[in-house]
């Protein structure tokens, strides 16, 4: 069964102080994984979609890094306005569609 | 520009009663739907799947049931609420399977009373 397990549940953070967040995945046969951001409240927001190991992407002071078990979304010099809870799903064709499988999320919280 | 619209944003309805969530998506054609839910302090759980106009799928047996009357609106029905269906109800869209990105509605929280 696929399992996606993210940590921390939560993480507290000092505005510039930089970490990083896990995503671990056991899946078979991988096609990508999610990073998701969502704010209290509303839906979530389509972050990144990494496809192989070794991928990165970056948007702004966020870096996701995928390998073959894990994926890290590195957040450098945050922002109170990072402040979000950060999801990561890995998708799974099903009859034409498609099922994500999440994780818990992380709930980080930036301080001034 | 693609939108995905939820509505209502929330709804508190006593229990027994019925249910009616809409979600309509613009600027796509046949885009696959879904239907989730988040309940407080858990992940998302995926309830419903339409790959086409009248074609439903269901992911977990409950007190709920979907339908889609047109390409892009899907709709999620009760006929009798139950506490347990308090939460976070999110409709998302893609064009395809595989790792194509779901796009989320911005939800609807429903507290059954």
């Known amino acids: 069964e696929d399992q996606v397990t993210q940590s921390p549940e939560a993480l507290r953070l000092q505005e510039g102080e930089s970490s990083s967040l896990n995503c671990s995945y056991t899946?078979?046969?991988?096609?990508?994984l999610f990073w998701y951001r969502q704010d209290p409240g509303k839906g979530p927001e389509f972050l990144f979609t990494?496809?192989?190991a070794g991928e990165e992407k970056e948007k702004e002071r966020l870096k996701a890094t995928l390998t073959k078990k894990e994926s890290f979304l590195h957040i450098t010099a945050p922002k109170p306005e990072d402040s979000a809870t950060y999801l990561c799903a890995v998708p799974r064709e099903f009859q034409g569609a498609q099922k994500l499988v999440f994780g818990q999320g992380t709930r980080l919280t930036i301080n001034p | 520009s693609q939108t995905i619209h939820q509505w209502p944003a929330t709804l508190v309805q006593p229990v027994g009663s019925p249910l009616s969530l809409e979600c309509t998506v613009e600027g796509t054609s046949n885009p696959n739907l879904y239907w989730y839910r988040q309940a407080a302090g858990r992940g998302l759980q995926l309830l419903f799947y339409?790959?086409?106009?009248g074609q439903i799928s269901s992911e977990v047996p409950q007190n709920l049931s979907a339908s889609r009357p047109q390409d892009r609106q899907f709709i999620l029905s009760s006929k009798k609420l139950l506490l347990s269906d308090s939460g976070f109800y999110l409709c998302?869209?893609?064009w395809g399977g595989g790792a194509d990105t779901q796009y989320f509605g911005p939800g609807t929280r429903l507290t059954v009373l």
């Open positions: 899946v078979s046969g991988l096609r990508g």
């Open positions: 998302a869209w893609n």
């Open positions: 339409s790959v086409g106009i």
């Open positions: 990494l496809y192989s």
